[in-house]
């Protein structure tokens, strides 16, 4: 049989693992002198506190490599062959191919499926592109954008999804077997509307790459927008507004989690403005860990940026362990309080009143809409001698389910 090895078994992500248990030991030794340094004289020499900074960043530089190669293993290859179970591309799915590798050179149309703007005023006309290629983007950005990984994707042919949810289950009782069964209320429901907004990307090509045999086109045009499009994602499913973009986690409302009902985010003060609290930090995560229902926590995790990671990464426990630990193999993640932390670069700081951290089942709690369909439109006129290929793919995003997400604001209260 022959083997097959994944991004965690190559020579490359194994040492990128060395590189991060070292420097995570090493990272504890600098850490538990400057608290030591600390506990006798009430502060640390700053030569140390600049050490443990400068092996803090090599943590995060080694996590980020390790990352980085985990998420290449991980992306598709449009040339590889199918996987077993399913059919090879059929002729006419070879035609369309051929027709768009057609246009992609010389802007031949013939054979191409034509999409007009929804207006008049629309420039966003252009070609579908093939199925092939719209599923090799999908699972570029599956691989590139965080929020894709953890959240719930679904693919729908409208350009508003539409999902009615109980806020208020309905109501049971006991009875005796041979009893009457007393009328009950019905379900609560609300109806969560998911509208898909124009995400685009405009990447650059020569005629001579375009003219090259070797250059595989779906390839170089999916991983062009990748990029363009996993940043432009993370941003919006994270603080979106929800105007012609997804609307972010923390654009609702955001209120004290005892008092939050649907609709709102409920959030656990870390103790202190814009900080965490002087005595006991820990016991402050672990009460956001807490926040969300039972039912939440098997599948929860951190979200929060490497900024945020590198404070809690300082963090013990009350028998002095480490409350953050590296992944212990390659395509794994790292934990904190046991639960998987995801690094989102677009989560905010920590500062006053900024909800910097956020724990739940995203997979639950959010909802990314893709609309079916990638246009592509070529224009070799607007940037000669390149020719630019305008591509827009139609996204929407938003919670579906409030109770599964929690967030860490940090205030005294």
């Given at each position: 049989?022959?083997?097959?090895?994944?991004?965690?078994?190559?020579?490359?992500?194994?040492?990128?693992?060395?590189?991060?248990?070292?420097?995570?030991?090493?990272?504890k030794g600098a850490n538990d002198a400057r608290l030591d340094e600390i506990e006798r004289k009430s502060s640390a020499d700053a030569l140390l506190e600049e050490k443990v900074a400068r092996i803090d960043q090599?943590?995060?530089?080694?996590?980020?490599?390790?990352?980085?190669?985990?998420?290449?293993?991980?992306?598709?290859?449009?040339?590889?062959?199918?996987?077993?179970?399913?059919?090879?591309?059929?002729?006419?799915?070879?035609?369309?191919?051929?027709?768009?590798?057609?246009?992609?050179?010389?802007?031949?149309?013939f054979g191409l499926e034509l999409k007009a703007g929804l207006s008049t005023a629309s420039n966003s006309a252009g070609y579908v592109v093939p199925e092939q290629t719209e599923r090799a983007i999908e699972r570029r950005l599956m691989a590139g954008s965080p929020m894709?990984?953890?959240?719930?994707?679904?693919?729908?042919?409208?350009?508003?999804?539409?999902?009615?949810?109980?806020?208020?289950?309905?109501?049971?009782?006991?009875?005796?077997?041979?009893?009457?069964?007393?009328?009950?209320?019905?379900?609560?429901?609300?109806?969560?509307?998911?509208?898909?907004?124009?995400?685009?990307?405009?990447?650059?090509?020569?005629?001579?790459?375009?003219?090259?045999?070797?250059?595989?086109?779906?390839?170089?045009?999916?991983?062009?927008?990748?990029?363009?499009?996993?940043?432009?994602?993370?941003?919006?499913?994270?603080?979106?507004?929800?105007?012609?973009?997804?609307?972010?986690?923390?654009?609702?409302?955001?209120?004290?989690?005892?008092?939050?009902?649907?609709?709102?985010?409920?959030?656990?003060?870390?103790?202190?403005?814009?900080?965490?609290?002087?005595?006991?930090?820990?016991?402050?995560?672990?009460?956001?860990?807490?926040?969300?229902?039972?039912?939440?926590?098997?599948?929860?995790?951190?979200?929060?940026?490497?900024?945020?990671?590198?404070?809690?990464?300082?963090?013990?426990?009350?028998?002095?362990?480490?409350?953050?630990?590296?992944?212990?193999?390659?395509?794994?993640?790292?934990?904190?309080?046991?639960?998987?932390?995801?690094?989102?670069?677009?989560?905010?700081?920590?500062?006053?009143?900024?909800?910097?951290?956020?724990?739940?089942?995203?997979?639950?709690?959010?909802?990314?809409?893709?609309?079916?369909?990638?246009?592509?439109?070529?224009?070799?006129?607007?940037?000669?001698?390149?020719?630019?290929?305008?591509?827009?793919?139609?996204?929407?995003?938003?919670?579906?389910?409030?109770?599964?997400?929690?967030?860490?604001?940090?205030?005294?209260?």
């Amino acid at each position: 049989m022959k083997e097959t090895k994944t991004a965690s078994g190559t020579p490359e992500a194994r040492a990128a693992m060395h590189e991060m248990m070292a420097a995570f030991e090493a990272f504890k030794g600098a850490n538990d002198a400057r608290l030591d340094e600390i506990e006798r004289k009430s502060s640390a020499d700053a030569l140390l506190e600049e050490k443990v900074a400068r092996i803090d960043q090599a943590v995060g530089a080694a996590q980020a490599r390790l990352d980085r190669v985990v998420s290449e293993g991980r992306r598709p290859e449009l040339g590889q062959a199918p996987s077993v179970g399913f059919a090879a591309t059929s002729p006419m799915k070879g035609e369309e191919k051929s027709a768009f590798d057609g246009y992609l050179k010389t802007g031949q149309s013939f054979g191409l499926e034509l999409k007009a703007g929804l207006s008049t005023a629309s420039n966003s006309a252009g070609y579908v592109v093939p199925e092939q290629t719209e599923r090799a983007i999908e699972r570029r950005l599956m691989a590139g954008s965080p929020m894709r990984e953890i959240a719930t994707v679904r693919t729908v042919g409208a350009g508003v999804f539409r999902k009615p949810v109980s806020t208020a289950g309905v109501a049971s009782g006991w009875v005796a077997e041979t009893a009457a069964r007393p009328e009950t209320d019905p379900a609560t429901l609300a109806l969560l509307e998911f509208p898909s907004a124009d995400l685009y990307a405009n990447p650059a090509a020569t005629q001579s790459l375009l003219d090259d045999a070797l250059i595989d086109l779906d390839e170089w045009l999916a991983a062009e927008v990748e990029d363009a499009f996993a940043a432009q994602e993370t941003a919006a499913f994270v603080t979106g507004d929800g105007v012609n973009k997804p609307r972010g986690f923390l654009s609702y409302p955001i209120v004290a989690d005892a008092s939050a009902v649907w609709g709102e985010i409920g959030h656990v003060a870390s103790g202190a403005a814009g900080a965490f609290s002087a005595t006991g930090p820990t016991d402050r995560l672990i009460d956001l860990v807490y926040a969300p229902k039972a039912q939440f926590r098997p599948n929860g995790r951190f979200v929060m940026n490497r900024r945020t990671v590198s404070a809690v990464r300082k963090f013990k426990d009350a028998d002095g362990n480490y409350i953050w630990q590296p992944a212990t193999r390659a395509g794994e993640t790292a934990s904190l309080l046991g639960y998987r932390v995801t690094e989102i670069e677009t989560m905010p700081d920590i500062a006053a009143n900024s909800a910097a951290i956020a724990f739940g089942d995203f997979q639950r709690g959010y909802l990314i809409v893709d609309r079916a369909g990638v246009r592509v439109l070529r224009d070799p006129y607007s940037a000669k001698p390149y020719v630019l290929f305008y591509t827009t793919k139609r996204v929407g995003g938003g919670v579906q389910n409030f109770d599964a997400i929690k967030v860490m604001k940090f205030s005294a209260t």
